[in-house]
């Protein structure tokens, strides 16, 4: 990965989140503080935090404000598994999720991190090169959308339904390979209609 990070893996310095100096009432533009939906907020001192709007779930503001939303990534060479790589030296990542149209030029991606120190560290690398394109690197405005977590008994019977199809293809594996295959009625009725 050093080949796509200037000077051989130094973080550069967070530069100041522009929104502090911008002296416009944010209630106006109808977002809500986020420390008025989640008190912890307001504890994590010096990590600038934009505002959210009115409309987010509040069990999901922690994992918001330990997302980050990456874009400008190449479809045809970006990979979750690359990206998991370059922000594993920002901070521990919890799940990332590539979004957008594979056809087109470029994609995005959400990496979500185990704690929220890790994303000023992430949006220090807006406009660093990965690959062939600078990235693009804000704070996320949602969570990232999960596969459901399975209850060991789903699990169960799921893996007994795969292992039930894995025994039915070696049973018609071992059949095919056995000489006279070919006349035993039931392959015949089952694959080849029976000439």
Known sequence: MTSLMPGAGLLPIPTPNPLTTLGVSLSSLGAIPAAALDPSIATLGEIPQPPLMGNVDPSKIDEIRRTVY?????????????????????????????????????????????????????????????????????HSNNAIVKPPEMTPQAAAKELEEVM?????????ISAAIEPGWLHSTSLCNDFLGCF
């Open 164 to 172: 039930k199809r894995v025994r039915e293809a070696q049973s018609f």
């Open 70 to 138: 990456v874009g400008n990534l190449n479809s045809q060479t970006t990979t979750a598994d690359q990206l998991l790589e370059f922000f594993k030296q920002v901070g521990e990542v919890k799940f990332v999720r590539m979004a957008g149209d594979e056809t087109q030029p470029t994609r995005f991606a959400f990496v979500e991190f185990a704690d929220q120190n890790s994303v000023p560290r992430a949006l220090a690398f807006n406009g660093v090169m990965f690959g062939d394109r600078p990235l693009k690197i804000n």
